[in-house]
């Protein structure tokens, strides 16, 4: 029970605590300087500033008992008037005797404080009539009354004598300085922190298929390190994708050299059943050849633009008409997307021919979701094994037991559609459609 007790209370600090790095940096930062600011206030109010008010109220609560002792003790002759004349001039109280007078009937008029508590403590051990005093009314002084058989004893007693003036010095000290350092620590640590995000946002684009060709190394040496490596890795992936485009369009150049003297050598000889199963075979490894080049190509070479998905899906859908397919659309309105529109567009097509070959039937949806663009397209086929749905997104791969294999393709559409929807920070996964009853493919992109 305990140990689920620590894990709750673990999981609530995690939660409150801030996600990001500088607001992690600063905690860092300001939890010493809070830390040790409690501890000196802590210091400070409990033992110097408790003990100073303690000593001033117990002189002016030993002041006034005097006054109280002599005023009642006063030889004969002696005026009122000439006794307060020298406790303003030797102790600086002001008195006034208030002759058949009371004590106010409300209670103490303190606010509720540690100097008004300890003069109220000093007051008590000191005096032994009724006494009442007002620390509110007044700015500067301390209205104290003490109940005597004549009448009652008036003292105004300044309010410095009573409580001392540095705890409002202190406390400006230290606000002042923790945000002089707060602003210091702010403004380093954003600059501190300011290249781990440019790193951060270029990694990201770099993963969505954008470029940053601005990006260099910056901040501290650990921080540089990173951006160097990054700067290698991403021209080491790019010099890769170029490499692999570069030799299969070589092969593709090589292999369509001989494609079309077998076209051209082909068109000469007599019509035959031969010849057309012949030509239909020259057809399908032209398809072929262009699969592999598109495959290898990813449409790396594109810029990314602001696409209007649903302009896109409405020609995606225009084009699948003339070949006889029955799709509805269904779109969010406003829904953009900073992509490479070629490429999505080639993605979804994939998609849509892959529905339209196994289905009659094919519906498409696109909305968003919190931070993401999700489009589906749905038919109503007989649809993949759970088990093969992984499977069916490998390059040159075909199920043979839910799939024709006399259909054309060389297994390259899925594959190409995942691979430029990850090439976009995005993926692409396989499900049984609930409305339709056939596979379900849902594509997500970032916003």
Not at 318 to 346: C, F, P
Request: aromatic letters at 6%.
């Amino acid at each position: 029970m305990a140990r689920l007790i620590q894990k709750l209370a673990g999981f609530q600090v995690k939660a409150l605590l801030p996600k990001r790095l500088f607001g992690r940096s600063l905690i860092i930062v300001i939890a010493p300087i809070v830390l040790m600011q409690a501890v000196i206030a802590y210091i400070f109010f409990e033992r110097h500033w408790d003990r100073v008010n303690r000593r001033l109220a117990r002189a002016v609560a030993s002041e006034i008992s005097l006054l109280v002792e002599t005023w009642q003790t006063l030889p004969a002759g002696v005026q009122f008037d000439t006794v307060a004349d020298r406790a303003a001039r030797t102790i600086n109280l002001e008195l006034a005797f208030l002759s058949d007078d009371k004590l106010p009937a409300e209670g103490l008029k303190t606010p509720f404080s540690v100097p008004a508590a300890t003069l109220e403590r000093e007051l008590a051990l000191r005096i032994a009539q009724p006494f009442w005093f007002d620390a509110i009314t007044y700015e500067d002084y301390v209205d104290i009354r003490v109940q005597l058989p004549e009448g009652v004893l008036r003292v105004l007693a300044p309010r410095s004598r009573i409580t001392s003036e540095t705890a409002h010095i202190f406390i400006l000290w230290m606000i002042g300085s923790s945000l002089v350092l707060l602003a210091i620590a702010t403004i380093f640590l954003r600059n501190q922190v300011r290249p781990i995000a440019a790193l951060a946002e270029a990694a990201e684009g770099f993963g969505k298929g954008r470029q940053f060709p601005n990006f260099k190394p910056a901040g501290a040496e650990e921080v540089r390190r990173a951006s160097s490596a990054f700067i290698e890795m991403r021209d080491r992936i790019q010099r890769q994708i170029q490499q692999r485009t570069a030799m299969l369009a070589g092969v593709s150049h090589d292999l369509r050299t001989p494609i079309t003297r077998m076209k051209l050598q082909l068109a000469m000889l007599p019509d035959s059943e031969e010849k057309e199963d012949f030509a239909a075979d020259l057809t399908e490894m032209e398809r072929m050849l262009e699969g592999y080049l598109a495959f290898a190509r990813g449409q790396q070479a594109e810029s990314v633009t602001n696409v209007d998905i649903a302009q896109l899906l409405d020609e995606i859908k225009t084009e699948a008409l003339r070949h006889g397919a029955k799709i509805d659309i269904s779109v969010t309105d406003g829904l953009h997307l900073q992509v490479r529109r070629v490429a999505l567009k080639r993605c979804i097509v994939n998609l849509v021919e892959n529905a339209c070959s196994f289905g009659r039937n094919v519906r498409i949806r696109a909305e968003r979701r919190d931070a993401l663009v999700e489009v589906t397209v749905e038919d109503d086929g007989p649809g993949l094994a759970e088990a093969d749905y992984d499977a069916a997104f490998r390059p040159f791969h075909r199920l043979d037991e839910s799939r024709n294999q006399d259909r054309p393709g060389v297994g390259l559409g899925l594959a190409i559609a995942r691979d430029v929807a990850r090439s976009h920070g995005g993926d692409i996964v396989l499900g049984r459609s609930a409305a339709l009853g056939g596979l379900r493919a849902r594509l997500w992109l970032p916003v």
